[in-house]
T-cell receptor, first 112, second 114 residues
Framework: KQEVTQIPAALSVPEGENLVLNCSFTDSAIYNLQWFRQDPGKGLTSLLLIQSSQREQTSGRLNASLDKSSGRSTLYIAASQPGDSATYLCAVRRGNNNDMRFGAGTRLTVKP | GAGVSQSPSNKVTEKGKDVELRCDPISGHTALYWYRQSLGQGLEFLIYFQGNSAPDKSGLPSDRFSAERTGGSVSTLTIQRTQQEDSAVYLC????????????FGPGTRLTVL
């Protein structure tokens, strides 16, 4: 059974700092991995989707990497801003089916 | 609307009552998903609809849970004889095509069973 773990559970940083969020998964046979942010009352917003054949994806200040062999993904946020404060979730899809497993998330607070 | 919408945003009900949650996916999205997020837990997959295919119900926790999607668009998730452990945020998502595409999530319905 695929287990997805996110560390740390919560993180507080000053504005401007670069930071890394971690996601690990137990079964390396994945189809893709997706990072989301969750804002209260607004549901989830997809940030980056990495296919199993890819090593990383970038969007603006965000960079996500994927290392299937070690069962890890990282989300790198450069020059953090208070507007980045949210809960960040990673989700792993095991195959080209509907079995998508989510981590419990990392709650990020960026202080002005 | 431009995004996935869900109603109601909040629902408080008494144990034993039935509830219906509604999801309006993005227009043109053929795939629709329901998830549940309990306090402090990760998202849990419940059910998946793709076009006219039979839905994947493998994530439904019990036979008190059911969902339907009418006309390939709006979906309702029904919970019968609600229990306190059903309290959670229920999220709906849609995607353009079959699994593998980016999913777009609605704001969720917070269900509280007293």
């Amino acid at each position: 059974k695929q287990e997805v773990t996110q560390i740390p559970a919560a993180l507080s940083v000053p504005e401007g700092e670069n930071l890394v969020l971690n996601c690990s998964f137990t079964d390396s046979a994945i189809y893709n991995l997706q990072w989301f942010r969750q804002d209260p009352g607004k549901g989830l917003t997809s940030l980056l989707l990495i296919q199993s054949s890819q090593r990383e994806q970038t969007s603006g200040r965000l960079n996500a990497s994927l290392d299937k062999s070690s069962g890890r993904s990282t989300l790198y946020i450069a020059a953090s801003q208070p507007g980045d404060s949210a809960t960040y979730l990673c989700a792993v899809r095991r195959g080209n089916n509907n079995d998508m497993r989510f981590g419990a998330g990392t709650r990020l607070t960026v202080k002005p | 609307g431009a995004g996935v919408s869900q109603s109601p945003s909040n629902k408080v009900t008494e144990k034993g009552k039935d509830v219906e949650l509604r999801c309006d996916p993005i227009s043109g999205h053929t795939a629709l998903y329901w998830y549940r997020q309990s306090l402090g837990q990760g998202l849990e997959f419940l059910i998946y609809f793709q076009g006219n295919s039979a839905p994947d119900k493998s994530g439904l926790p019990s036979d008190r849970f059911s969902a339907e999607r009418t006309g390939g668009s709006v979906s309702t998730l029904t919970i019968q004889r609600t229990q306190q452990e059903d309290s959670a945020v229920y999220l709906c998502a849609s995607s353009l095509g079959p699994s593998g595409n980016t999913q777009y999530f609605g704001p969720g319905t917070r269900l509280t069973v007293l």
